[in-house]
């Protein structure tokens, strides 16, 4: 099987990675994917462990401190509103 089409096999190759180990990785992903996870996960008791968590105050004040400058004078809203939304 080749993708000599596809985007990613092209920068694959210019890297100067070999067609057959692009194919070998792509069998290998394939794999994993079809491979059923041991053990499952519970999505409804993580979301219900997970309901009420929310980043702290102050580490979302921390996250936020470390954002580079934007150009320009207005600068988005970083409250509390942005801190439950990048909790979730």
Do not use: C, H
Not at 18 to 33: D, I, N, W
């Amino acid at each position: 099987m080749r993708f000599r089409t596809n985007t990613d096999f092209k920068r694959w190759e210019r890297a100067g990675r070999s067609p057959a180990e692009f194919e070998r990785v792509l069998r290998e992903l394939g794999a994993e994917l079809r491979a059923p996870r041991r053990p499952l996960i519970d999505y409804q008791r993580r979301r219900e462990a997970l309901r009420d968590w929310a980043l702290p105050p102050d580490e979302w004040d921390a996250l936020v401190s470390e954002l580079p400058p934007l150009p320009g004078p207005i600068r988005p809203p970083v409250g509390d509103r942005k801190r439950q939304d990048a909790s979730v």
